[in-house]
């Protein structure tokens, strides 16, 4: 596996997508307000958008009829092509049993600098 550092901490403003060239795949890194660190190749499985384009933002939670309930904020990523849903966190469609998914990539945060592991 190789890593390669990217920046340090304070080069990744918080819920902001940064996207970066790295051993020639287009990886998007986002930095959430706990400082919890995602990395995401550039691409949604669904029609190929650049999915890093989207936004970071909760979503609309299972409910009752009637009943708009609005949570897991900054644990979303939304395509901006259409809407769909992500989890930044697994990398899965929020809500359903689809098997497209996200292809993500490990990230360690080591003395202040930032470190992808590709596969």
């Not at 080069?11 to 307000?33: C, N, S, T, Y």
């Not at 691409?43 to 989207?54: D, K, L, M, Q």
Request: net charge negative; glycine share 10%.
């Amino acid at each position: 596996m190789t890593e390669v550092q990217v920046g340090t901490v304070e080069d990744f403003p918080a819920g902001e997508f940064l996207v970066m060239e790295v051993e020639g795949k287009e990886i998007g890194l986002v930095r959430q307000a706990d400082g919890t660190f995602h990395a995401v190749l550039n691409y949604c499985p669904h029609r190929g958008a650049p999915i890093c384009r989207g936004f970071v933002s909760g979503t609309m939670l299972p409910s009752n009829p009637g009943e708009l309930v609005y949570g897991r904020e900054d644990q979303i990523l939304r395509c901006p092509w259409h809407g769909f849903e992500f989890e930044l966190e697994t990398g899965q469609r929020a809500y359903t049993d689809s098997r497209m998914k996200l292809r993500k990539f490990p990230v360690e945060v080591r003395d202040n600098a930032v470190f992808v592991k590709l596969k």
